[in-house]
């Protein structure tokens, strides 16, 4: 697969780390979105819930997931509702 571009870095994969999210971190989500008129009733089928949360497992701005080629949009958006599913 072609690197892709990150804030001028390219990137060939990258690492979520789901699993060292904290409440903190979902509720400055649900404000993040909040701020931009986004309201979200259920993380598990929210793209841009699914999309920040990606984002804050990967440490990089969700605006960059966003402009990512759907395919790779897809994929990570949809690792992120596995897990919100899986967490439960």
């Known amino acids: 697969e072609e690197p892709v571009d990150i804030m001028g870095e390219k990137y060939s994969s990258i690492t979520f780390y789901f699993d060292r999210l904290t409440g903190n971190d979902i509720e400055a989500i649900e404000d993040e979105l909040q701020d931009q008129q986004k309201y979200v009733l259920t993380p ?13 497992a990967a440490g990089i701005p969700s605006d960059e997931i966003r ?22």
């Open 44 to 56: 598990e089928i929210s793209s841009a819930f699914q999309c920040v949360l990606a984002a804050k």
């Open 67 to 88: 402009r990512l080629p759907a395919p790779d949009y897809l994929k990570i958006k949809n690792k992120a509702r596995d897990f919100l599913i899986k967490a439960g």
